[in-house]
């Protein structure tokens, strides 16, 4: 079975603390993204990445950043996160190359809560 | 741009049939479709190129008309495992991934 696994479920942080969310991919998928979940608003596109060391902004990168040291490894960094960063973040792999029916493997997210 | 989809949200009965909606402003080369259950990660559905084609597999189904830039999924005989939001993803007419982008989703309630 494709897995992608997000580290954390359920996060609770602070205001100004920097927080780090870890996705890895045991697919050997070329492309990693990371999406943001609200209600009403459904998936936007934070950042994305089709290769190592390689990012690229989405949609919504304002307050975010990432890192891409492993093929397998993506991680999503707030570096002072802030209450209206409170989110579902969802982590998606796919197989490679800006191919156009490349479908989307989805981890489980991760309810982060900033107070 | 972010696709409008139609209802926002849907209650069934086991057996009855449902149709959403997902309309771009844009030109379109496909149109995706994911179902999320409630507490678990969005799986994938079906994917939909320009040409005009419809898809489908066991009781669902969907259809992709480029010149409407809209695409609609269409549930038949509503199970209860049909439940979940709906979310359709459109990519831009250039392809290659251009400007992929989610729509707001579709809540659908299957009651037995």
């Known amino acids: 079975d494709v897995k992608v696994t997000q580290s954390s479920r359920y996060l609770v942080k602070r205001t100004g603390e920097k927080v780090f969310l870890e996705c890895v991919q045991d697919?050997?998928?070329?492309?990693m993204f990371w999406y943001r979940q609200d209600p009403g608003l459904g998936l936007r596109l934070i950042y994305f990445?089709?290769?190592?060391?390689?990012?690229e902004k989405g949609d919504i990168p304002e307050g975010y950043s990432v890192s891409r040291e492993k093929k397998e490894r993506f991680s999503l960094i707030l570096e002072s996160a802030s209450t209206n960063q409170t989110s579902m973040y969802l982590c998606?792999?796919?197989?490679?190359?800006?191919?156009?029916?490349?479908?989307?493997?989805f981890g489980s997210g991760t309810q982060l809560s900033v107070l | 741009q972010q696709p409008v989809q139609s209802p926002q949200a849907v209650i069934l009965r086991e057996g009855e049939d449902a149709v959403i909606n997902c309309s771009s402003s844009?030109?379109?080369?496909?149109v995706h479709w994911y179902r999320q259950k409630h507490g678990e990660a969005p799986v994938f559905l079906m994917i939909?190129?320009?040409?005009?084609e419809q898809k489908g597999h066991d009781k669902i189904s969907a259809s992709f008309n480029e010149k409407k830039q809209q695409s609609s999924l269409y549930l038949t005989a509503s199970q209860l495992s049909y439940s979940g939001t709906y979310f359709c993803?459109?990519?831009?007419?250039?392809?290659?991934?251009?400007?992929?982008?989610f729509g707001p989703g579709t809540r659908l309630s299957v009651l037995p």
């Open positions: 993803g459109t990519e831009g007419e250039e392809g290659y991934g251009q400007n992929f982008v």
């Open positions: 990445s089709y290769d190592v060391k390689m990012k």
């Open positions: 998606a792999s796919s197989f490679q190359g800006r191919a156009t029916n490349e479908k989307l493997f």
């Open positions: 939909l190129l320009k040409g005009g």
């Open positions: 844009k030109a379109l080369y496909s």
């Open positions: 697919m050997d998928h070329e492309n």
